[in-house]
């Protein structure tokens, strides 16, 4: 099993930044990537980053790319998201993810993180 603990949402006025964590514990060597996913309310759960856990090869969503990075530090198994030029819109639940192999799904979630972007 693999646990994930998320921290750093907060409230941030538009424009500004916020940066996520989310340290991973457990079975971490049987992890293929992490992600970062996000749900407003009233809508599904989308997509945001991935990141591979071995080789660190990311992708974004479209509507995230160039405001937002997604990286890792492999010596304390922590996923990070830096957001920076945050919209409203960018407002939702944040989660991340680990995806396993096999099943190659995502099997593990975190609690979730708020991040709320007024305008």
């Known amino acids: 099993q693999v646990q994930l603990v998320e921290s750093g949402g907060g409230l941030v006025q538009s424009g500004g930044s916020l940066r996520l964590s989310c340290a991973a514990s457990?079975?971490?060597?049987?992890?293929?990537?992490m992600a970062w996913f996000r749900q407003a309310p009233g809508k599904e759960r989308e997509f945001v980053a991935l990141?591979?856990?071995?080789?660190?090869?990311?992708a974004y969503a479209d509507s995230v790319k160039g405001r937002f990075t997604i990286s890792k530090d492999n010596d304390k198994n922590t996923v990070y998201l830096q957001m920076s030029s945050l919209k409203p819109e960018d407002t939702a639940v944040y989660y991340c993810?680990?995806?396993?192999?096999?099943?190659?799904?995502?099997?593990?979630w975190g609690q979730g993180t708020q991040v709320t972007v007024s305008s």
């Open positions: 990141i591979s856990w071995s080789t660190s090869n990311t």
């Open positions: 993810s680990a995806r396993m192999k096999p099943p190659f799904e995502y099997v593990y």
């Open positions: 457990g079975r971490t060597i049987s992890i293929y990537n």
